[in-house]
């Protein structure tokens, strides 16, 4: 389980050109958020704040990277349909999200939880909830201004 202080996990997920390397991004900082499922109604409220507050994230110079066991072509549609301009990458296996420790609630629904990793790859936050879904994207946006 990832927690604050520990070392970004050595995880590969899927992207539209094939496998990424998440420690490939290390040199900038990363906002990583697990989410549930392509189309849902919370999934898609958050995916939406974060892209309503993608242009701050940037300005901090925070990449923002959206990860779920959907494939790439739900993420393409999702991606359409909401004009989400940040990276959402497929954990298909499982693997990547039991590296971060994700859980599931109930026994069943795929864990929501955000991350920020500094430069150097070390967490700096991790939050989980499945219902402040706002509270993802605001306490985010807060540690990357204060890293910036």
């Avoid at 026994?107 to 790859?121: A, E, H, L, N, S």
């Amino acid at each position: 389980m990832v927690n604050v202080g520990d070392q970004l996990p050595d995880a590969t997920v899927i992207g539209e050109s094939g496998p990424v390397k998440l420690r490939d991004k290390i040199g900038k900082t990363l906002v990583i958020y697990f989410y549930p499922k392509d189309e849902t109604p919370g999934c898609t409220k958050e995916a939406c704040s974060f892209r309503d507050a993608y242009e701050d994230f940037t300005a901090a110079g925070a990449e923002v990277i959206g990860i779920s066991r959907d494939d790439g072509a739900s993420h393409a549609s999702f991606k359409q349909n909401h004009r989400l301009p940040f990276t959402l990458l497929s954990d298909a296996d499982g693997k990547a999200g039991a590296a971060f420790g994700i859980k599931k609630t109930l026994g069943f629904i795929p864990g929501r939880v955000t991350f920020v990793f500094d430069k150097r790859g070390v967490c700096r936050s991790r939050f989980e909830s499945q219902i402040r879904l706002g509270k993802h994207v605001d306490d985010a946006l807060a540690l990357v201004k204060k890293l910036a």
